[in-house]
């Protein structure tokens, strides 16, 4: 069956490094993939989004790039800010059999430091 | 309000108990969902309703009762639950069931089965 798969967390950083949150995916057919963000006591919002191959998704200094290849849509930013400290989800949905399917990884935490 | 709303924020319960999670959401929305998220598991939808109407249903215990009366409003009915129900419970909506929307999240209700 379908599923996506994250690193696990937390991953811990310092502000201003380079961070990376791997996510990698199983589905038949063209998924579109997600991420999103859940900062404490809050829900998850949508970070970025790619519906297509090699679409780049960006927003905040954040980026994911739709891989097909490797069946992957890792998270990037160049400099990470305390601000950034939160929950982040990768999701694809894609339409199967008249219907969609939402798959959710587990969420990576990441904790940044001043 | 604006956003996705969602009452309580907590909850507490015995398993004979009854009790409902009201969702509401001001986006003009056609799609709405119900996510359960557990520790270190992936998010697991639950319900989603497309114009009021219920289109997916995945597996869910019957202990778990969904209600879409109008497009901007969800309620989860709750009775005779069990300890691993204890969970977040977060509402979604979207603008159509689909693919590429973006679903808007909740800040979910916290719940305790004793």
């Known amino acids: 069956g379908d599923s996506v798969t994250q690193m696990e967390g937390p991953v811990t950083l310092s502000e201003e490094a380079f961070l990376t949150i791997n996510c990698t995916y199983t589905a038949t057919g063209y998924p579109s993939l997600f991420w999103y963000v859940q900062y404490p006591g809050e829900g998850l919002q949508l970070l970025l989004k790619?519906?297509?191959?090699?679409d780049k998704g960006s927003n905040k200094g954040f980026e994911a790039t739709y891989r097909k290849e490797t069946t992957s849509f890792h998270l990037e930013k160049g400099s990470v800010q305390v601000s950034d400290s939160a929950v982040y989800f990768c999701a694809l949905t894609r339409a199967t059999s008249g219907t969609y399917k939402y798959i959710f990884g587990t969420g990576t935490r990441l904790k940044v430091l001043a | 309000e604006t956003g996705v709303t969602q009452t309580p924020r907590h909850l507490v319960m015995g398993m004979t108990n009854k009790k409902s999670l009201k969702c509401e959401q001001h986006l003009g929305h056609n799609a709405m969902y119900w996510y359960k998220q557990s520790a270190k598991k992936p998010l697991e939808l639950m319900f989603v309703?497309?114009?009021?109407?219920?289109?997916e249903n995945n597996s869910v215990p019957s202990r778990f009762s969904p209600e879409c009366p109008n497009s901007s409003h969800l309620f989860l009915h709750l009775h005779t639950l069990q300890p691993e129900d204890s969970a977040l419970y977060l509402c979604a909506s979207s603008q159509d069931f689909g693919t590429a929307s973006t679903q808007y999240f909740g800040p979910g209700t916290r719940l305790t089965v004793l």
């Open positions: 309703y497309s114009l009021e109407e219920r289109v």
């Open positions: 790619a519906t297509k191959a090699d």
